[in-house]
């Protein structure tokens, strides 16, 4: 299969291991990977903020850069969401509307890909640590993501699965509601860290760079003891 | 005073002219009597009586209603002398129908009955130490007691005193609420009652940091005697 | 004071939130409450043979009720009025509270009891009576705590789930003059003993409604304590205010209904009274009061009837899991709303009644995580209507400096060449970034005063496609 990466504006500059890790699993796995050059940005920030004008500016590059594209995977779920679930709000009853359609259908957001779609569960991954997994909200609730991303993680040699008692609690990143309510976003933060550092595990895995930059951020700076986070994609990197 | 009647139903039509979008599918045939099918997808109740009394026991117990059962009126009136003797009871109100009739004729004389039928002094009422209605229904599925003011001495009997207690036959046992409603309907076709209430449990509250606390402005204690 | 009240809405809200999430005992206390509700409620639940389509089948009921409004308030006033009721339509809050006024005066009434009505909170009913020298007792124990206290209810369904037992202890020692004690079973036989009183003596009974029943003409009304049994049953007049928007077809709906209300609400498998009231007192009958009036009460719901995209926020049935549920609610505490709907449902119908532009903040505050949608018994799509009505808000006026951020955003985002300047850029700002860490000057201070930022990697994923492509040709 030929499988076009869709890779975030935060995670092509703050997390690229992320985008690496994800091509180095699919080709692991024997696909081709392509990564379609013109994208830039999902629009979700102006989206999120009421902009939509504006967001569609945006997302009208991405629904022509992966135009060509057979199946699309995404590096976040939250980015994800914009193409699977929120292009169709932006685009209703315009021109664009039939080609947002087209490019919910054939997205995914890669845990999903590959437990459902090509039904791969063991990737052949070794990762010797404890963890626990934290459910990013969009990949949960937009796109119904919650068994894959564990299934996958129980498959992978050494690894310790422990599930915290508010692994669907949100992070309190939510794009800009991060800035515009800090002191909400960081209680909210408080609370899935202490939850985290109760498992006693070393790292805090996750399918979503968001959240796992607003809770290294939090961890970083207030928790007692060294707490690291990784990408789902980075731990079933690991051999 | 009229009030705003056809301004606010002119809004109402002006506004639903604009059809909202539906985010649902459509659940087929409605059940009978009700908007929609629904009863399948609620808590499953036992198609036996004996599987019914046996869930309204077992929800009985965590709502902290005394359910018994009783072989004959002796012995839910038998019942009802230990609770008085215990609470040194001197007077228990109460209505008059056929199967409380029964029962009442059985307690000791010891307690004196205030029949509330023909009205009432609220603080006469208020002073009894318990009240004793029939009911219309009781209902499985969520372990309550359904009554009217016809079935059950009118709207104050079973909330005032500080206990209620409810006489019921097995033929009145429910399996849920769906069914409660189609034997009111059954029971009063020419209109229903003005005043339906679903009793569960005693009367509660968890305002207080969340703990439970019985008795809070109803009936303490709530006892369900069930004859055959 | 619980709220800072004399600012403007948006900046209230800052204010109280910064204040309520650096209270930590109350945040624990509240987080604990919640867990408790969410124990409760999964155990519940799962006694449905399936929810989810309990959901669906509860979602289609409000929906076929709030798309004909019309036609079942008609069918309902026509029911009830035949047996003696007496229905008024009001606008706004000040022709409902004009009507209770009026009758108060009319009937010589000198005291009042009520059980719990949000809509009294919303048109502020209360102050009104009490201007006119009118004693409202509120018998609902949250409520009648939380009017003692001087502060609105902090959740509409547990309207003091804040307070500890020593606080509660202290108010009646206070308020009551009751004898010192923090035991929960006391306090509530205190309140028992003083509201006893009150129930007998009022002249008037004033009530909410949780469901209005067109099919059979009844207002039904869902409590745990037995104090509305007793405000709609013993006083001689009786008042409902219920807004238009509680309509269900069927009475038979009910039997849906009313279990989703107590599953979703508290956990429980059915609410402890559940009562139907067709009326007052028919003839023959040995009590009940002699006059029932039901004010029907528009205050904007026709506004929000009118928004087709958002019509659903009207099927609410007031249960409080889109609260319990919230982390936002759970962090900042009911009274940091400043307004008498909470949480994620009160977010979008705020704006809807009270003013789009002054309450849009409410709706900006959340991170969109949707537990609320999908905790809501009637499948209401919550957090779908607060992005909306952030659109909303921008279509009707854009905030300047947001719109020049969003106009260099897409600037940047529509020339590739200038976005890849930007991330190979990032590295060199963050490097800088030290220099102004913390200041005034620090563009992410809203982040860097809680949280580290993290490091631009040196080299981008583009980059790195780029170089292996090259590599490999």
């Given at each position: ?220 700076r207030n928790s007692p003891r060294v707490v690291k986070s990784l990408h789902l994609a980075e731990v079933l990197a690991q051999q | 005073m009229k009030g705003d009647r056809e301004l606010i139903l002119g809004r109402i039509a002006e506004a639903l002219r604009v059809p909202a979008p539906r985010h649902h599918e459509s659940h087929g045939n409605a059940a009978a009597g009700a908007s929609v099918a629904f009863r399948e997808w609620l808590p499953p109740v036992g198609e036996e009586k004996q599987d019914q009394v046996g869930l309204f026991a077992r929800l009985s117990e965590t709502l902290r209603t005394e359910f018994r059962e009783c072989a004959t009126a002796e012995e839910a009136a038998s019942q009802i002398a230990t609770l008085a003797q215990d609470g040194n009871w001197k007077c228990i109100a109460l209505h008059s129908g056929k199967l409380i009739d029964a029962v009442a004729a059985k307690l000791p004389s010891t307690v004196t009955l205030l029949n509330v039928d023909q009205g009432y002094e609220k603080n006469a009422l208020e002073a009894c130490d318990a009240g004793f209605t029939e009911c219309e229904s ?91 | ?473």
């Amino acid at each position: 299969m030929r499988v076009s990466l869709f890779i975030p504006c935060f995670i092509d500059s703050l997390y690229p291991h992320v985008g690496v890790s994800i091509v180095k699993i699919l080709e692991r796995l024997g696909h081709e990977v392509d990564y379609p050059e013109a994208q830039v940005c999902c629009g979700q920030p102006p989206f999120n903020s009421g902009y939509w004008d504006e967001a569609r500016v945006v997302a009208e590059r991405q629904l022509a850069a992966f135009r060509d594209s057979e199946v699309v995977v995404s590096a976040s779920g939250s980015c994800g969401a914009m193409f699977k679930v929120f292009y169709k709000d932006l685009f209703k009853d315009r021109p664009q509307e039939a080609a947002a359609k087209a490019l919910s259908a054939k997205t995914y957001e890669f845990s999903e890909f590959l437990v459902n779609k090509l039904g791969v569960k063991d990737v052949g991954a070794r990762f010797d640590a404890k963890v626990t997994f934290h459910d990013g909200c969009h990949g949960l609730r937009e796109l119904g993501t919650k068994a894959a991303p564990r299934e996958l993680l129980k498959a992978v040699k050494g690894l310790e699965l422990v599930e915290m008692t508010e692994a669907e609690s949100c992070c309190g990143f939510g794009g800009m509601f991060a800035v515009k309510f800090p002191q909400i976003s960081t209680a909210m933060a408080q609370v899935k860290c202490n939850s985290i550092i109760d498992t006693g595990v070393e790292y805090v895995i996750s399918n979503d760079s968001s959240c796992l930059m607003q809770i290294q951020g939090y961890l970083s700076r207030n928790s007692p003891r060294v707490v690291k986070s990784l990408h789902l994609a980075e731990v079933l990197a690991q051999q | 005073m009229k009030g705003d009647r056809e301004l606010i139903l002119g809004r109402i039509a002006e506004a639903l002219r604009v059809p909202a979008p539906r985010h649902h599918e459509s659940h087929g045939n409605a059940a009978a009597g009700a908007s929609v099918a629904f009863r399948e997808w609620l808590p499953p109740v036992g198609e036996e009586k004996q599987d019914q009394v046996g869930l309204f026991a077992r929800l009985s117990e965590t709502l902290r209603t005394e359910f018994r059962e009783c072989a004959t009126a002796e012995e839910a009136a038998s019942q009802i002398a230990t609770l008085a003797q215990d609470g040194n009871w001197k007077c228990i109100a109460l209505h008059s129908g056929k199967l409380i009739d029964a029962v009442a004729a059985k307690l000791p004389s010891t307690v004196t009955l205030l029949n509330v039928d023909q009205g009432y002094e609220k603080n006469a009422l208020e002073a009894c130490d318990a009240g004793f209605t029939e009911c219309e229904s009781l209902v499985a599925q969520t372990g309550s007691v359904c009554i009217t003011n016809p079935s059950s001495g009118g709207r104050a009997l079973s909330v005032l005193p500080p206990h209620h207690i409810v006489v019921a036959t097995r033929a009145q046992m429910a399996p849920d609420l769906s069914a409660a409603y189609d034997r009111l309907a059954e029971k009063y076709p020419n209109g229903y009652p003005s005043f339906i209430s679903f009793i569960t449990g005693p009367s509660r509250t968890g305002d207080i940091e969340r703990i439970l606390v019985l008795g809070a402005h109803g009936p303490k204690r709530l006892t369900v005697l069930l004859l055959p | 004071m619980s709220t800072t009240t004399e600012l403007p809405p948006g900046v209230q809200f800052q204010t109280d939130a910064n204040r309520t999430t650096a209270d930590e005992p109350r945040r624990a206390a509240v987080r604990k409450a919640l867990g408790n509700y969410s124990t409760a409620r999964g155990k519940t639940e799962k006694t449905f043979s399936s929810w989810q389509h309990a959901r669906e089948a509860a979602s289609e009921v409000k929906f076929e009720a709030v798309n004909h409004l019309d036609r079942y308030l008609r069918e309902f006033e026509e029911k009830f009025t035949a047996r003696g009721g007496k229905v008024f339509w009001a606008s706004n809050g000040a022709q409902a509270r004009e009507y209770i006024l009026d009758l108060a005066r009319e009937k010589g009434v000198k005291s009042i009891v009520k059980s719990k009505a949000m809509t009294g909170e919303e048109i502020h009913l209360n102050p009104a009576l009490e201007k006119e020298g009118y004693e409202v007792i509120e018998s609902d124990l949250g409520e009648l705590i939380q009017q003692l206290m001087k502060e609105p209810p902090y959740h509409f369904v547990f309207p003091c789930m804040h307070l500890k037992r020593e606080e509660i202890g202290e108010l009646f020692q206070r308020e009551l003059g009751s004898e010192p004690t923090t035991n929960p079973e006391e306090l509530t036989m205190i309140a028992r003993r003083f509201l006893r009183r009150h129930f007998a003596n009022a002249d008037m009974g004033i009530s909410g409604g949780n469901f209005i029943v067109a099919e059979t003409g009844m207002i039904s009304i869902t409590e745990n304590e037995g104090n509305a049994r007793l405000t709609a049953g013993l006083p001689k007049i009786h008042v409902a205010l219920v807004g238009i928007e509680k309509v269900v077809p069927k009475l038979k709906d009910l039997a849906l209904l009313l279990p989703m209300l107590a599953t979703a609400g508290t956990g429980q498998h059915l609410t402890g009274y559940n009562t139907m009231y067709g009326g007052p007192r028919m003839p023959g009958e040995n009590d009940g009061p002699e006059e029932f009036h039901v004010v029907l009460l528009d205050n904007h719901r026709t506004r929000l009837l009118a928004d087709a995209e958002q019509r659903d926020a009207l099927h609410c049935i007031r249960c409080g899991a889109c609260l319990n549920v919230c982390p936002i609610f759970k962090n900042i505490g009911g009274h940091a709303y400043g307004t008498t709907y909470q949480g994620p449902i009160g977010s979008v119908i705020t704006p809807h009644f009270r003013g789009l532009q002054d309450w849009k903040h409410l709706s900006g505050a959340s991170s969109l995580c949707g537990a609320c949608t999908e905790a809501c018994p009637v499948k209401i799509d919550i957090h779908h209507h607060l992005l909306q009505n952030r659109r909303n808000a921008v279509a009707e006026k854009k905030v300047w400096w947001e719109r020049l951020i969003w106009a260099g955003y897409v600037w940047l985002m529509k020339r590739r060449w200038a976005y890849l300047i930007a991330v190979r850029l990032a590295p060199l700002g963050q490097a800088i970034h030290p220099l102004v860490l913390g200041t005034e000057l620090d563009p992410v201070r809203a982040w860097t005063a809680t949280r580290d930022f993290p490091e631009a990697a040196p080299k981008s994923f583009h980059d790195w496609w780029r170089d292996r492509k090259a590599v490999r040709k």
